[in-house]
């Protein structure tokens, strides 16, 4: 047997690898949580090295585990945007690596977009200018970590996303390079034409000789060196977590739409070759490169998703865990007009109003905790309708969810009363990925079709079959009335600052 494929998964607050079959069905694995490094208020680091360890360790156990001569090809996956620059001769990391939460270089974001950058890094990033994305990141490295300016005129360093950087240890410092996906994260990518933008580089005084070299997603990434972890294996894929995640729920298809919902909500739409400039704030993105061919996606983030019934859970205190939603909602009053507006950070797609703050509104003397925690549950539904109604008007009738179908997947996908909920408020069918490691899977599948399994694209979007799946029941005017109240909820916190 030597059908299996080594998905590596360097996440934000994990790193694990997972092995699966021809079948895509996960075997042996193993993960390692990651040190989180808080040096000032709004920074956020990692140790490059510990990732590198986390990496060698959890790959070697996987290996041992199912047999070197059993893997076919090796994927990689990994938390987009984060920042690492390290020594070209060494590998030796020159910083911390800046994470995409670090807000750190707001103030040279607020420069750019006084300086009028913002419909460049639009026409061609797909982004928005934010400290989220590694352009800035790097920048601050640049004027921040002494001598470093010196050493990248020398050629002595490269810069790179996680991806990028795992590939140079994993090959022993053989590659140094990136894929689209990836890159397209970077803001300093120009997604049409596959290129780095001369323009950016430029302005934010970045030397083109420390960028690594795009490659497709799918395809050639060299050999991971025996000192790794034991083995010669090769490394056939690269993506970013949420285009990964798309992939392992097989969206390959343009429409094909795909929602994660963990702490917060990142929904990715497949807009085939059709780069969609959003009039909502969505950003335009790399979903795949294969044979130099770009395929596209709009994505859209939703702030507070599992993240408010955290809070039910340890501000209010309304449950002891998150299952218990579950239980409480199945008991609140279908008819009690309770609506909780979880606006912690303001309002996101399609109302953007960064002073808006939350709300529980509709309360009346026979309102219960259950009615609250349902309300908690019911504010993702009707969240998800907003934003896709956004995608929708972005991509003008183009189509979005085809078929009508939302694929979902994380850790809120557990609860069978919340993805009811969310059929029912959008009116379409939502389909649960057939294994919680989607974001894995995708990777296996994209390093898989380089090694021949898996067959092509359209053979995937066959053989892919949900774990559940659920079929709008409510009436389309119980489902306009519950949304028109959302709607009025939403208005009541509006800050009439946006
Ligand atoms: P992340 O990758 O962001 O850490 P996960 O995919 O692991 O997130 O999902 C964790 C989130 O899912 C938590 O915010 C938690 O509140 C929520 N969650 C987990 N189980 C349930 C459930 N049964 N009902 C509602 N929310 C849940």
Known sequence: MTGLVLAIDQGTTSTRAIVFDEAGRPGASAAIPLRQIFPAPGWVEHDPEEIWRAVREVCSAVVREAGAANIAAVGITNQRETTVVWDRATGAPLHNAIVWQDRRTAPLCEELKREGWGTHVTDVTGLLIDPYFSATKLAWLLGNVPGLAERCARGEVCFGTIDSFLLFKLTGGALHATDATNAARTMLFDIGKGVWDPQLLGRLQIPAGILPEVRDTRGDFGMTHA??????????????????????????????????????????????????????????????????????????????????????????????????????????????????????????????????????????????????????????????????????????????????????DGGMTANGWAMQRLADILGECVEVAPIPETTSLGAAYFAGQAAGFYGDDAELARTWKPARRYEPRMAPSEREARYAGWLEAIARVRSGKA
Do not use: H
Not at 254 to 276: E, L, R
Not at 294 to 307: D, K, N, S, V, Y
């Open 227 to 408: 000192e790794a972890f034991g083995a010669a294996l090769p490394i056939r894929g690269v993506a970013g977590d949420q285009q990964a995640a798309a992939k392992g729920q097989a969206c390959v298809r343009p429409s094909m739409i795909k929602a994660t919902y963990g702490t917060g909500c990142f929904v990715v739409a497949n807009t085939g070759d059709n780069k969609a400039q959003s009039a909502n704030r969505m950003l335009t993105t790399i979903l795949s490169q294969e044979d130099g061919v770009r395929t596209f996606a709009l994505e859209g983030a939703i702030f507070m998703a599992g993240a408010t019934i955290q809070w039910l859970r340890d501000n209010l205190g309304l449950i002891a865990d998150a299952a218990e939603s579950e239980t409480l909602a199945k008991q609140a009053n279908p008819e009690s007009g309770v609506y909780l507006v979880p606006a912690f950070q303001g309002l996101g797609a399609p109302v953007w109003d960064a002073e808006a703050r939350g709300a529980i509104v509709g309360l009346s003397r026979a309102s219960t905790k259950a009615d609250v925690v349902a309300a908690g549950l019911e504010s993702m539904a009707f969240q998800t309708r907003d934003l896709l109604g956004a995608m929708r008007e972005d991509m003008a009738g183009a189509g979005i969810g085809e078929n009508d179908v939302l694929r979902v």
